[in-house]
């Protein structure tokens, strides 16, 4: 057993979220090397948390950073709720948990911008080691791999019934969208294990693993800044229980902390626009330009329409105290369904040159009572329907991450900087009106009365629709983008996912990517925690 006073390793990783934890179990597979994973929340005891229908009753608690966007100008100044996990299994402890891998447009996209050998057929050969589902195992989809999949439990038939509506308007046909096909829709998987969360940190980190004696997690450990010797990173300042310690890396610091939260730590520790550096008083180790940039995140709207008739077995409380001990005790009930288990992908367009928007299939129709359409419908609550979530997936307005103070307990400044690009709210508008088509099929009709927004809307309409009602699909990435350093001034790690100006530095997380995948985000980063594995490992020889 490591000595628990030791402050030196080999490797030393910040935050035990999605990427951090595979990366710590694959170093940590070679005896001969020692590895710290430093998280700064606590382990995941709050079984609730794994609870497929009411896991969002941890958001606002110490499991949650409790971050929020600056005023949005294209939200009507809405500042945009954004929780983070801080506790181990990041955002995967507390997401929906969605897995939904994006397409190969996505990761040729890497490769395109730079990133030398990430390309989706490296990412089919990874997410081999990495799926254990019952779609593979094939060319697309892995069987045996770490992060076990299932289907997303739901209540009511009505999943079918959109399904239809969905092959029905044209879109696409009914079928597994991650394998060669994406224009499809299906139930989608998770990460669960019979209606119980599993995340990847609980399998790359199982009791097993965790007996390594060259593994240490810490837990309870706030990561202030890493330390360098001249422009080497020799190791990291971090804060247990209220004492400020060094830990000392022999090799290399790993930064996976998060979008947000890497590209803080690499501007508290020097690296990022010397303009902003020294408006803090921090002195500049690297002046790299990108870091905290090209912050790009999904939005999303739920158009909505209320059933003239009752639709059974969709009305029901999943975070009742009787639907949580039921879930407790038997993983049966209101708390093992998730409203959206259905989704598919989309050219609205018809170009097919990979998917311009995703709908989430709900069946309940998320009213507030507020909907002008809705006036005259009686009590909201006691009506059925269903909703379609729309999410533009590749947004083109970029945003940053800035520090507020050279105070790392202070939180950054996020601005997503949503509309900023014009060309945005144009395709979502259209977005909108397409799903809506989604209303008028033969399989939806008889569900359909009225509809929010109308479906005869005007654009002006359907814009402040969005403009008032849109909000995150919690998907930031890019604010440390992966690249090619000579091209790209604004590429902040290399293909090696070494960060520019620096050495024994590198990130592994959803700051690397340089664009929002169409689809979520967990996926794509448990495939950078192997990539990033993988490329220490085949370095080291």
Same mark, same amino acid.
């Given at each position: 057993?490591?000595?628990?006073?030791?402050?030196?390793?080999?490797?030393?990783?910040?935050?035990?979220?999605?990427? !951090?934890?595979?990366?710590?179990?694959?170093?940590?597979?070679?005896?001969?090397?020692?590895?710290?994973?430093?998280?700064?929340?606590?382990?995941?005891?709050?079984?609730?948390?794994?609870?497929? !229908?009411?896991?969002?009753?941890?958001?606002?608690?110490?499991?949650?950073?409790?971050?929020?966007? +600056?005023?949005?100008? !294209?939200?009507? %100044?809405?500042?945009?709720?954004?929780?983070?996990?801080?506790?181990?299994? &990041?955002?995967?402890?507390? %997401?929906?948990?969605?897995?939904?891998?994006?397409?190969? $447009?996505?990761?040729?996209?890497?490769?395109?911008? @730079?990133?030398?050998?990430?390309?989706? $057929?490296?990412?089919?050969?990874?997410?081999?080691?990495?799926?254990?589902?019952?779609?593979?195992?094939?060319?697309?989809?892995?069987?045996?791999?770490?992060?076990?999949?299932?289907?997303?439990?739901?209540?009511?038939?009505?999943?079918?019934? =959109? =399904?239809?509506?969905?092959?029905?308007?044209?879109?696409?046909?009914?079928?597994?969208?991650?394998?060669?096909?994406?224009?499809?829709?299906?139930?989608?998987?998770?990460?669960?294990?019979?209606?119980?969360?599993?995340?990847?940190?609980?399998?790359?980190?199982?009791?097993?693993?965790?007996?390594?004696?060259?593994?240490?997690?810490?837990?309870?450990?706030?990561?202030?800044?890493?330390?360098?010797? !001249?422009?080497?990173?020799?190791?990291?300042?971090?804060?247990?229980?209220?004492?400020?310690?060094?830990?000392?890396?022999?090799?290399?610091?790993?930064?996976?902390?998060?979008?947000?939260?890497?590209?803080?730590?690499?501007?508290?520790?020097?690296?990022?626009?010397?303009?902003?550096?020294?408006?803090?008083?921090?002195?500049?180790?690297?002046?790299?330009?990108?870091? &905290?940039?090209?912050?790009?995140?999904?939005?999303?709207?739920?158009?909505?329409?209320?059933?003239?008739?009752?639709?059974?077995?969709?009305?029901?409380?999943?975070?009742?105290? +009787?639907?949580?001990?039921?879930?407790?005790?038997?993983?049966? @009930?209101?708390?093992?369904?998730?409203?959206?288990?259905?989704?598919?992908?989309?050219?609205?367009? &018809?170009?097919?040159?990979?998917?311009?928007?995703?709908?989430?299939?709900?069946?309940?129709?998320?009213?507030?009572?507020?909907?002008?359409?809705?006036?005259?419908?009686?009590?909201?609550?006691?009506?059925?329907?269903?909703?379609?979530?729309?999410?533009?997936?590749?947004?083109?307005?970029?945003?940053?991450?800035?520090?507020?103070?050279?105070?790392?307990?202070?939180?950054?400044?996020?601005?997503?900087?949503?509309?900023?690009?014009?060309?945005?709210?144009?395709?979502?508008?259209?977005?909108?009106?397409?799903?809506?088509?989604?209303?008028?099929?033969?399989?939806?009709?008889?569900?359909?009365?009225?509809?929010?927004?109308?479906?005869?809307?005007?654009?002006? +309409?359907?814009?402040?629709?969005?403009?008032?009602?849109?909000?995150?699909?919690?998907?930031?990435?890019?604010?440390?983008?992966?690249?090619?350093?000579?091209?790209?001034?604004?590429?902040?790690?290399?293909?090696?996912?070494?960060?520019?100006?620096?050495?024994?530095?590198?990130?592994?997380?959803?700051?690397?990517?340089?664009?929002?995948?169409?689809?979520?985000?967990?996926?794509?980063?448990?495939?950078?925690?192997?990539?990033?594995?993988?490329?220490?490992?085949?370095?080291?020889?």
């Amino acid at each position: 057993m490591a000595n628990e006073s030791r402050q030196t390793y080999d490797y030393i990783i910040v935050g035990a979220g999605t990427s !951090g934890p595979i990366v710590a179990s694959r170093l940590s597979e070679d005896p001969h090397v020692s590895v710290l994973l430093l998280e700064a929340g606590g382990e995941n005891i709050n079984d609730i948390s794994r609870a497929p !229908g009411a896991f969002f009753k941890v958001w606002g608690t110490d499991y949650d950073w409790q971050y929020e966007s +600056e005023p949005q100008k !294209g939200l009507n %100044n809405r500042k945009i709720y954004s929780p983070r996990g801080h506790v181990v299994g &990041g955002s995967s402890a507390i %997401n929906v948990g969605f897995w939904m891998r994006g397409t190969k $447009e996505d990761y040729d996209f890497w490769e395109q911008q @730079g990133a030398k050998g990430w390309n989706y $057929e490296k990412a089919l050969e990874m997410f081999q080691k990495i799926e254990d589902t019952d779609k593979g195992p094939t060319r697309y989809r892995g069987k045996g791999g770490k992060v076990h999949l299932e289907d997303s439990a739901y209540p009511t038939k009505f999943v079918h019934t =959109l =399904l239809e509506a969905f092959k029905e308007a044209g879109f696409g046909s009914i079928g597994d969208f991650q394998a060669e096909n994406p224009y499809q829709a299906d139930v989608v998987q998770k990460d669960y294990l019979n209606r119980v969360r599993r995340t990847p940190a609980d399998s790359y980190l199982s009791d097993e693993i965790r007996k390594r004696p060259n593994l240490k997690v810490r837990t309870d450990t706030f990561v202030r800044k890493v330390i360098f010797k !001249g422009n080497r990173a020799v190791g990291v300042e971090a804060e247990h229980q209220g004492t400020v310690q060094q830990i000392t890396a022999r090799a290399e610091v790993i930064l996976s902390a998060g979008t947000y939260n890497t590209a803080q730590i690499l501007k508290l520790s020097g690296i990022g626009p010397k303009k902003e550096l020294a408006k803090h008083g921090i002195p500049v180790v690297a002046d790299v330009p990108g870091v &905290g940039e090209n912050l790009n995140d999904h939005l999303m709207v739920y158009p909505r329409a209320l059933s003239p008739v009752p639709l059974p077995d969709t009305r029901f409380n999943p975070t009742s105290d +009787e639907a949580i001990a039921q879930w407790r005790k038997e993983q049966t @009930g209101p708390a093992c369904y998730y409203p959206g288990p259905a989704a598919g992908l989309v050219s609205s367009d &018809g170009t097919h040159t990979g998917p311009d928007f995703e709908v989430i299939l709900q069946y309940v129709h998320s009213a507030t009572g507020s909907e002008k359409e809705f006036a005259g419908a009686g009590t909201i609550v006691e009506r059925s329907g269903y909703s379609l979530a729309v999410i533009l997936m590749i947004p083109k307005s970029r945003g940053n991450v800035l520090l507020a103070s050279a105070d790392p307990h202070d939180k950054p400044l996020i601005d997503p900087n949503y509309f900023s690009n014009p060309d945005d709210m144009r395709r979502f508008i259209k977005g909108v009106r397409y799903v809506l088509e989604l209303t008028k099929t033969r399989a939806l009709l008889p569900y359909t009365e009225k509809v929010h927004p109308a479906v005869d809307a005007s654009d002006a +309409e359907i814009e402040a629709f969005i403009r008032s009602e849109a909000s995150t699909v919690f998907h930031p990435v890019g604010t440390a983008r992966i690249g090619d350093l000579t091209k790209d001034p604004l590429a902040v790690v290399d293909s090696h996912l070494r960060v520019r100006g620096v050495e024994g530095l590198r990130v592994a997380d959803a700051s690397i990517m340089p664009q929002v995948n169409r689809g979520h985000t967990m996926a794509p980063v448990t495939y950078i925690g192997e990539m990033a594995a993988y490329i220490i490992r085949s370095e080291k020889h």
